[in-house]
């Protein structure tokens, strides 16, 4: 026996409820996402330049972005020929100032740019690989989780105090 087809009400009410979705929810997490953003740019980490400088590079590898040259050796990853000579990934290089960068290879499209400077700031760029042309850069943005990630390990209530100011990026309860 065939179903009746669903009524004009029904559908109108799916494609109502499919809009509020579409207009909410991705509107509450870049709210969210702005809001990391600003109270991440905020924290000035405490412990030495090396100390938060290793916890960055730790952090990326536990999360399985591929490093490159000492940033590799340190944390146990093999890198090959082909990697060495075809990966994005470069290892830290310390600018006059003191400013360390490092940028890591592709995992399932995305990599990311750390910075740390001597006055405690870090800041991560996740950058989009071009769907279009394999293992090019397409767009760019705060790497916000990768930086809460960070000060849960380097400064957990901060962390913590950042995370709830910032809310879920959900309508209801906290992650």
């Known amino acids: ?3 009746p087809a669903p009524s004009a009400a029904a559908l109108a009410s799916v494609a109502l409820a499919a809009a509020v979705l579409a207009c ?4 509450s997490e870049r709210a969210r996402q702005e809001k990391l953003a600003r109270e991440l740019d905020g924290i ?9 400088w290793t916890t960055v590079i730790r952090l ?30 470069r290892e830290t290089e310390t600018a006059k100032d003191g400013t360390r960068t490092l940028e890591t290879g592709w995992l399932a499209g995305i990599r990311y740019r750390a910075e740390a400077r001597p006055d ?19 767009a760019s943005e705060p790497g916000v989780e990768m930086g809460l990630a ?9 962390a913590a105090r950042i995370e709830a100011a910032a809310g879920s990026g ?6």
């Open 44 to 52: 000035r980490y405490e412990q030495p330049l090396d100390t938060v």
């Open 120 to 138: 405690g700031r870090v800041a991560f760029t996740k950058i989009h690989e071009d769907l279009t042309e394999h293992r090019r850069d397409a």
């Open 170 to 175: 959900d309508s209801g309860g906290r992650r």
């Open 24 to 27: 909410v929810g991705p509107g």
């Open 1 to 3: 026996m065939p179903r």
């Open 60 to 89: 990326l590898a536990d999360r399985g972005y591929p490093l490159a040259g000492k940033d590799a050796e340190l944390v146990g990853q093999s890198v090959n020929l082909y990697d060495r000579l075809t990966s994005k990934a």
């Open 150 to 158: 960070l000060a849960q390990r380097l400064a957990p209530d901060k």
